[in-house]
């Protein structure tokens, strides 16, 4: 049989299986001998080969996983996905099938499923969907290329695949199929699969750096004498250590309003500053509920326009002057902002370069598709005048005020505020505390917004900070300036209120339960850093403090 005979009867076939529904779209050609003969593959490489110079020698069959490497798939397909996702919903327009549709990758370790997750529909082009029967997806990248392939890899890491691939060698494939999403979830036959040897080398470590930490005696905290699971925690010590879990910096678990658990990790001591980017906004909300406690606000659905001239800013509409501060509290404004979309006016990367942030949000267009009904849309630049309202608000400003109203009460005398460009006190996420002291501030709201006996926060504030003010994905909400979601262990949820910054910190604060937990870590940018820190939490830290 002729190659060329051979390859259209795997095109036919391909049709056959797909239902032998004519093609919605024009895909890429096949023109390389290597996709010619590799299609329905899933192949491996280390270093990226351009496709024009991929041979089959180039194909890695073993892979060592250690630090600053590389390794890329590249898929080899008879069709493009939109003409795949055709066949799933032969009704469906291309542009209804590419919003709506993407990949599905399953990862097996020695044929046993670890992971299992359908790709965002909004990764990838509607382009490359519509065209590419080829394409390369980075999984591990040594110069942090930005890709979902890469972030894909890492959730796989952190929900069974970190455990999977334990040192030694193993087998690991990967396999992709088309889905779509309409009114349910369709999932089509397999499109291509491939499978690699992969080596990890053992990582030694000090027995001393896996053993719990012993708590210190300290004047502000009780030290718990409750129950935690030794072997739990040695098993997580060891896991930062080997850099399993990489660039966490403390640890410190509260329960019952004790100090249960504090561990400190690459450097960091019970005495540093930890930089946990966006949790400080959650204290805008906090200074905001003082400052209405005292007056100075009347209340958070007070709107924009007692503040400020709006109309002396750009692209003034009288829907502005209904923005009420609650609104920016629950990121449910109509300004046009959007922090994860580079294309959004208003993402803060757009802001920080500018001389004054507040006139940056303030000149924002509204949007027109948010008038009808209200969504959450993560807007870091209306937190930034929520701190600008409290700071003209109340009486010498909002550093002075918090210094007197928040982190005195509680006892916090070391700490840093970082200024806005006007010299404020920056919301964005600009407070450095030490761990200790940031789990105080969660122990505040664990406490109903007392501390020590004096109601630091009222109480009608905290009730609600910590409730479902805005749905963000199903089982997840927002408060005010707070998160919430709920993790499950051993069959029982475990709902939470949290603070989240870049890289992995958190302050996590437990609706049901007395505890209340602290992370920080400087995984900055990093794609592993939030889902790391949700394997510690749900496979180590809850499970060690349940009796």
Known sequence: MTKQLFFLLLLFTGNISFGQLSNLVKSDSITYPVHQNNIGKITFMGNTIPIEKFKESDFLTSFELKKKTDLNIRVFMGNSLTNYLHTLSPESTADELVKNGNYQFTFLVDNIKIYEENLNAGAGSAESKNQRTVFRVPLISSSNEDSWGVFLWNRFLMNGGQDALSSGEHALRIEIRPYLKLTEVVVGKLLAEGQIKVVVPEVKIDEKLVRIQAIKPLKDWSISTDHIDTAKIEALNKKIGTQSYKDITSIVVIKDGKLLLEEYFNGAKRNALHDMRSVGKTFASTLMGIAIRDGYIQSEMKQLNAFYDLKKYQNYSPEKDSISLKDLLTMSSV???????????????????????VDFTLNLPVDETKLAAKRWEYFTAGVVVLGDVVHQSVPNGLEQYSAKNLFQPLGITNYKWQLTPQKVANTAGGIQLRSLDFAKYGQLYQNQGSWNGQQILPKEW?????????????????????????????GKDYEVYYCSGNGGNKIMVFKDQPWVIVITATAYNKPYGHSQVDAIIQNYLIPAIVK
């Open 335 to 357: 300004l046009t902002g959007l922090d994860t979309d580079p294309q959004s006016p208003g993402t803060e990367e757009n802001m920080y370069p500018t001389a004054n942030w």
């Open 462 to 490: 905290v009730e609600k900070s910590l409730s479902h003010q805005m749905t963000i994905s199903k089982n997840e909400y927002y408060g005010y300036l707070f998160w919430n979601k709920t993790y499950q262990v051993n």
